[in-house]
């Protein structure tokens, strides 16, 4: 290549390099939905989502305590502000249900109950019990499901739990199949498209220590250590489909600290900044909590912050741990909905998951205001969409970014 050439390449990178600094941060700002009540249900009951698909579909709860039945939430809005939600009813012979996890065919799982809870898949809107790794049915929980229908979950065969996978049998149904711990009971959160799974496993014994694993598609297992070694405990609660894990574990002052796994290293994402000068830090147990990893590498869960709250939040590399709270634009049309009393009072709690859109799933508390004016608070599930996901630089800027670092390592080399 002609020096000139080169010249001119290795300007036109610097020149891309300098606008990708130069380029300011777009700001992240999400719009609320309600994910409201089923029809027939007082709009005071309470509403939580767990899982969260590609799509934007939710699954989750409606009500409290023995009366908490599922609750699916699909596209499109009822209006611009909220959903309705389907109620999904328990098999017969079942007193209620409740939804974790839902997949891109709508599938989802989670426990049915009489007496004692039963893992179980719904598919098509009716629900089948997952068999335990022995005889009879799973007296369980199943966590999660991929797109390719494999579940995981725990098994209860007795008072100690084991980490279970449920494969697809060909035939419609599942096979059950323990999967390899750390020399005691476990459990078993999340899977991702590859079939990796996380959660965690007593190390040693069945009450020994509590470890974050990784576990492969072929049942081989990996300890993901602890934030500290002297309290010695982690937990995995989710994964995304690049292996990152996120979860929980104590850290050095035997504080529950969420924590980012990848590659072999795990980091502690501390909590929202100005926790530290909480004057009742001392009585605090749980710093922050990781509940779900997305593709684009977001982890989202709840955190304490300055004032003594616990706030959902959402974790970006290079930014940090912010609170969610503070990306809602106070000019959302929410806000201006006849039944919301005193816009301000809006609080989100907790983030529960995130999907590749950069949508997420959350827990926010608000007062309602009914047609006589009467307010009462309620706890409703919420989707959060970006009004626009941070922009990438054109491919045009990262070519010459890639050509000038190659050019600049060649001129070093020519010249050294």
Known sequence: MHPTSIHRLTLAAGAALTLLAAAPAQALTFALTDLGIAPGWDFRTPTTG?????????????????????????????????????????????????????????????????????????????????????????????????????????????????????????????????????????????????????????????????????????NTVTDLGVLDATRNHSEARALNDGGVVAGASRNAQNKLEAFRWSGGTMSGLGAIPGWDGYAFLSSVSTLSDARDVNNLGWIVGSALRGDGRTVGFLWRDGVGMVDLNTLISPSDAWFGGAEVFNPAGLLITSAEAANDSGQILVTAVYNYRYATGYAWQVSHAFLLTPDALPPVPEPESWALLTMGVVLLAWRKHSTG
């Open 50 to 218: 767990y899982g969260l698909n590609a799509d934007g579909d939710v699954i989750g709860q409606i009500g409290t305590g023995l009366s908490t039945q599922t609750a699916l939430w699909t596209a499109p809005l009822q209006d611009g502000s909220r959903r309705t939600a389907t109620y999904v009813a328990p098999p017969a012979g079942y007193s209620n249900a409740l939804g974790y996890q839902i997949n891109t065919s709508d599938q989802f799982v989670g426990t049915i109950a009489s007496g004692g809870n039963i893992a179980a898949v719904n598919r098509g809107g009716a629900w089948t019990a997952l068999p335990a790794v022995g005889a009879g049915v799973s007296t369980g929980r199943a966590y999660a499901i991929n797109d390719s229908g494999t579940i995981v979950g725990q098994d209860l065969p007795g008072n100690y739990g084991f980490p279970v996978r449920w494969l697809p049998d060909g035939s419609g149904g599942h096979s059950a199949q323990r999967l390899t711990g750390l020399g005691g009971g476990g459990i078993a959160r999340d899977i991702n498209a590859s079939g990796q799974m996380a959660g965690a496993s007593n190390v040693g014994a069945l009450l020994g220590p509590s470890h974050a694993v990784l576990w492969q598609a072929d």
